[in-house]
């Protein structure tokens, strides 16, 4: 196991997204740096005035997910988006920090160096379950939480049962990543994979997604954080959740049942669900601005913002 695990190290560092040529023209570039926190050099986007908001990405992703949704917000807060560990440009921890758990706490360490507590919090997909769990351990404490489709409760049936250990058979091979990021060079694998999660993004958008799935860093950076993942703790505890709770879900969403919001304002105290039509997971980037529209309207109506 030890050699296996240096073996991905070294994988890590060979083929990580590069700031100079990948980055090169990165969505809202201007607003980039680069932060030292708990040990990883974090790529972190910051902008706008006004209270803060902090914004995480979902497995996968970088900040370019939010190339149009977060200058919208920046009208209104200052906007905090880094790349997740082991995302985007930033750097990638040791296996056992790449769990929800390690996950939250490498972004509560970045919150402490930018001095930055947020009043309020948007996460898509699993970025929403690492907020959840700062809340919960105390780690931050919000005024409110927004979900974009947000991947807060465990895979149901035979789905659960498979998906962790597949996908910690497949991070424990360090080929793996290797034979993705080939892949994704036909510009038509990644298409497919981001029309499954039924969205339809524009070509700019797909290109960076693909331009960093060429990279086994980020891919394997991906897998490593879906091997350690484990929601049977966060969703039995969510009842406990002391943020208000939006939960924003893409009705055409493929990758996590719309129902599961449903479900989850029945655990959540006072959770309110909006349902966006035709809308598949990437709500956020098919249509920032009624999004951005809707987190505004929340940060009002839980006074982050004056009325």
């Not at 023209?25 to 040990?39: L, Q, Y």
């Not at 390690?102 to 929403?128: F, K, R, W």
């Not at 919960?136 to 807060?152: E, K, T």
């Amino acid at each position: 196991m030890s050699a296996a695990l240096a073996l991905w190290d070294r994988v890590f560092d060979a083929d990580a997204p590069d700031w100079e040529t990948d980055g090169r023209d990165w969505p809202n570039r201007a607003a980039s740096r680069f932060v030292t926190a708990g040990g990883l050099r974090f790529h972190v986007q910051v902008m706008g005035a006004g209270p803060v908001l902090l914004l995480l990405h979902g497995t996968g992703a970088a900040t370019h997910s939010w190339r149009a949704l977060a200058p919208l917000l920046a009208r209104d807060f200052t906007v905090i988006a880094p790349d997740l560990p082991g995302h985007g440009f930033t750097a990638a921890p040791f296996w056992p920090r790449m769990s929800l758990p390690g996950m939250a706490g490498a972004i509560a360490t970045l919150l402490d160096v930018l001095e930055a507590p947020p009043a309020l919090v948007a996460g898509h997909s699993a970025g929403a379950a690492i907020l959840a769990e700062m809340c919960l351990h105390g780690r931050i404490a919000p005024a409110g939480l927004v979900s974009l489709n947000g991947a807060l409760l465990p895979l149901k049936g035979v789905a659960g049962q498979v998906f962790s250990p597949l996908a910690r058979l497949f991070a424990l091979n360090p080929l793996v990543p290797r034979v993705f990021a080939w892949h994704a060079a036909d510009k038509a694998v990644v298409a497919r994979l981001l029309r499954g999660t039924g969205s339809r993004i524009d070509a700019q958008g797909a290109e960076f997604y693909a331009r960093l799935a060429r990279r086994s860093g980020h891919a394997g950076a991906a897998l490593t954080m879906m091997a350690n993942w484990d929601l049977a703790p966060l969703a039995a505890a969510l009842p406990r959740l002391a943020p208000r709770l939006l939960l924003i879900v893409g009705a055409a969403d493929r990758s996590i049942p719309p129902a599961d919001a449903r479900e989850i304002a029945r655990l959540v105290p006072r959770a309110r669900v909006i349902v966006l039509p035709r809308l598949g997971h990437l709500a956020h980037e098919e249509a920032p601005e009624p999004v951005a529209g809707e987190i505004a309207g929340f940060a009002r109506e839980i006074g982050v913002l004056a009325a």
